[in-house]
């Protein structure tokens, strides 16, 4: 995947477009729950294919897409999940404002091994926006001091600073807890989400699949046109011809 941006011209400012990545169990399906407020329908074999969901949310047409789940072969990821992976990116169009990456906070993950998520995300870590899952198990483990999420990632996860600092600096600790919390944390990262497309110029990620579409779509065009005026001619000759006295 090459980065590639596109402006908002042509989508509404009230709509919102997300891809949820990372590895199986890392929180995808319950965070799209959360952000959608409803419960996900269950899909067998879901965590190898892409799933779409929409809803309305905090004034905002949510479209989101949970990436397939991480398999990993020889230290590289799989062809075929890359290629589901950047499936996802077409599967909102025109394209996602941000992407996010979820990673568990309490647990040494494929991204804190520092393994290639590169790979996926290549060069779109402008658009990305790391989401930390998984708060409430650290808060109960003890491990971080006064339950302060970002002093314990700043003072003991020098893996997850790395990550977030090639997101340039942007993160979010997803709450969980049921009730009014839950919503405003939500609210949240939506604004996060909004200034992350900001942060990327006012753009959305437009993926190099989409583009291929759109030049097909505008060469058509073209096409079509072409033909459409070369037909309109003929045919005005042939007019031509009849009224014409021979
Ligand atoms: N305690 C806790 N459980 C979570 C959290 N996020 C997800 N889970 C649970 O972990 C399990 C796997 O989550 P799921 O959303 O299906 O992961 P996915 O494979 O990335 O879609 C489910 O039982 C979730 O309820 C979290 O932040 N805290
Ligand atoms: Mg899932």
Redesign the pocket.
């Known amino acids: 995947m090459t980065d590639s941006c596109k402006s908002y011209y042509g989508s509404s400012s009230s709509d919102l477009r997300l891809v949820l990545l ?10 799209a ?1 959360t952000i959608l407020a409803q419960l996900s329908p269950i899909s067998p074999g879901a ?1 190898r294919s892409c799933q779409l969901r929409q809803g309305f949310i905090e004034g905002r047409n949510v479209t989101l897409v ?1 990436a397939p ?1 991480w398999y990993w072969s020889g230290g590289k990821m799989e062809d075929g999940v890359k290629k589901e992976t950047q499936r996802a990116m077409t599967l909102v169009p025109p394209g996602p404002h941000a992407i996010l990456l ?1 990673v ?1 906070v309490n647990q040494f993950t494929e991204v804190s091994l520092g393994l290639p998520v590169s790979d996926v995300i290549c060069s779109v870590w402008r658009h990305t926006l790391v989401l930390f ?5 650290l808060r109960a483990s003890g491990k971080a001091k006064n339950n302060n999420i970002e002093a314990y990632i700043a003072g003991q996860r020098g893996d997850l600073l790395k990550i977030v600092e090639k997101c340039g600096d942007r993160f979010h600790v ?1 709450e ?1 807890e049921r009730g009014g919390g839950e919503r405003s944390n939500v609210a949240d990262l939506l604004e996060k989400v909004e200034q992350t497309a900001k942060e990327a110029g006012g753009q959305y990620y437009s993926c190099p699949a989409f583009q291929e579409a759109e030049n097909r779509e505008w060469q058509g065009n073209c096409r079509s046109m072409f033909s459409v005026s070369r037909h309109s001619l003929v045919l005005f000759f042939d007019l031509c011809c009849l009224w014409l006295p021979c």
């Open positions: 990372g590895n199986i169990g890392c929180g995808k399906t319950a965070l729950d965590s949970e789940r979820l568990p899952t998984y708060a409430d198990r997803l969980t």
